[in-house]
Structure formats: structure tokens, C-alpha cells
């Protein structure tokens, strides 16, 4: 069944979505939408592992009408373009054009620099470019949930049982399979989260035969409000 869910991700088109609800303070909160429309494509099958071209296709940021809001559309484009190398379970291994990215990080860099200055600007610039040179960090943050972290997951292995899987925000997932005819739900919920800084957290994947359908995860933490939500559109 894994195989196949794998090789279903060819072709398919998922509209990725976060939406960041920030408490400023006690009468007041903002609230930004992120949308990207991303298309999967499936190149094979290599020593046991899965290789995938990740195109981002369009963007929609709710605050790109202003100053910052265009110059974080511009850094996103850094990453509408990326090859990946994920296991049997859809965790990432591998960044495979990371050469690439870094070619196209100096160009996007050395245009905005003309345009965009002071220390925010300068601190972004520093973040991006350390990201850029240690592989690991990259896939921790490709492996997020506001960038490509409900297709590549980890969990797209057996669903026959519950199983549990470290946290990046250092508490434990566990994750319930709930199957109904052909369609299957895997339920997300924490353990241990008195240690972190989560407040709330649940998630759910639906899957239809070997098609991954619909994905959700919500986490509150500290004043801020995070929900990321996948949707198979095509």
C-alpha cells in the first residue's frame, strides 16, 4: 500500500494553505493567510527511495500589499521549485537541487538588496543563507508544517496500528488510523506537551484507497493560533 501511495503523489495538484492568528494583546489580534497551489511530481524510485519535483504554481499571501508582506512573497519564490528524496514512510531525506537553490538565493538576495534595507531585512538575508548551508536544517524546515510538512510527514507508512513519532517541537505525536470502506483518517493528537510551549494541538490525514486526500493540523502556542490544511484539488 505505501509504494502506491507514494507513486500517487505524481501529477497530483494540492492547494496548501496556513492561516497565522497572532494575539497582540487583549483587544487586539491579526490574523494572515498563506495559499500556495503545489503540484507533486513522482521521478522515480532509487535504492528503495522516492524522488519528487515539488512545483509551486501560484502563491496568495494576505498581507502581500504591503511593504513586507511583497518582500516575504519574494523570498518564498526561493522555494516554488524544490527535488526531494523521501523514504518508505515520506520523510525527507534529501535536498537534491540544493546547488540550485543556492544559485537562485544569491540573485533573489542581490536584487532585494537594492531595494529593502535594515536590520529585519539584513537578519533575514543572514537566516536564509545559514538555512541554505546545512542540508539537516533545510529539512527540518522543508519538513514543517507551514511549508511541506503535511505531504512529507513520516507517516505515510502501515496503518493497521496506532503509532507515536517525536515532535520537532519536542512532545509526542500519536497518531490513531480510523478506516471506514475505503477511506481512512489518521487522527493526530499530543503526549507530553508539558515541557513545550503548546497549548493545542490535533491534526487528522484523510486518505481515499492509495489517494491522499485532505490534511489539517492546529497548534496554539504562546499568542499565536497556526492552522495548516492540505486539499487534494486535481
Same mark, same amino acid.
Given at each position: ?6 507513486? =500517487? ?6 492547494? /496548501? ?8 494583546? &487583549? ?6 493567510? +498563506?495559499? $500556495?497551489?503545489?503540484?507533486? #511530481?513522482? %521521478? !522515480? *524510485?532509487?535504492? @528503495?527511495?522516492?524522488? #519528487? ?12 500589499? =504591503? ?9 518564498? +519564490?526561493?522555494?516554488?521549485e524544490v527535488e526531494l528524496t523521501v523514504d518508505k514512510d ?5 535536498? *537534491?537541487? /540544493?546547488?540550485? %537553490?543556492?544559485? $537562485? ?5 542581490? $536584487? ?11 537578519? +533575514? ?10 542540508? =539537516? ?7 514543517? #508544517? =507551514?511549508?511541506?510538512? %503535511?505531504?512529507?510527514?513520516? &507517516? /505515510? ?12 517541537? !519536542? ?9 471506514? !470502506? ?20 490535533? @491534526? ?25 490544511? &492540505?486539499?487534494?484539488?486535481?
Amino acid at each position: 500500500m505505501i509504494p502506491e501511495i507514494l507513486k =500517487n503523489l505524481h501529477q497530483k495538484t494540492y492547494r /496548501l494553505e496556513t492561516i497565522v492568528t497572532e494575539q497582540k494583546n &487583549l483587544f487586539y489580534l491579526t490574523e494572515k493567510k +498563506y495559499v $500556495r497551489i503545489a503540484e507533486i #511530481y513522482y %521521478l !522515480g *524510485n532509487e535504492k @528503495g527511495h522516492f524522488k #519528487y519535483h515539488v512545483l509551486v504554481v501560484d502563491f496568495n499571501f494576505s498581507n502581500d500589499d =504591503n511593504a513586507m508582506g511583497k518582500f516575504l512573497k519574494q523570498i518564498s +519564490y526561493l522555494f516554488d521549485e524544490v527535488e526531494l528524496t523521501v523514504d518508505k514512510d515520506g520523510n525527507i531525506l534529501e535536498v *537534491n537541487n /540544493l546547488q540550485f %537553490l543556492r544559485l $537562485r538565493w544569491m540573485k533573489i538576495a542581490a $536584487r532585494l538588496s537594492e531595494t529593502h534595507k535594515g536590520e529585519v531585512i539584513d537578519n +533575514y538575508f543572514t537566516q536564509i543563507s545559514s538555512l541554505l548551508e546545512d542540508e =539537516n536544517r533545510l529539512i527540518d524546515f522543508l519538513g514543517g #508544517y =507551514n511549508m511541506f510538512g %503535511l505531504l512529507f510527514n513520516g &507517516l /505515510l507508512q502501515s496503518f493497521d496500528t496506532k503509532r507515536k513519532r517525536e515532535s520537532p517541537d !519536542g512532545f509526542t505525536e500519536i497518531m490513531t488510523p480510523v478506516k471506514e !470502506g475505503d477511506t481512512m483518517t489518521l487522527t493526530i493528537a499530543p503526549e507530553n506537551t508539558d515541557p513545550t510551549q503548546i497549548d493545542h494541538f490535533r @491534526g487528522l490525514f484523510v486518505f481515499k484507497g492509495d489517494h491522499y486526500e485532505e490534511g489539517f493540523m492546529e497548534i496554539k502556542k504562546d499568542n499565536m493560533h497556526l492552522k495548516h490544511s &492540505l486539499l487534494w484539488i486535481g
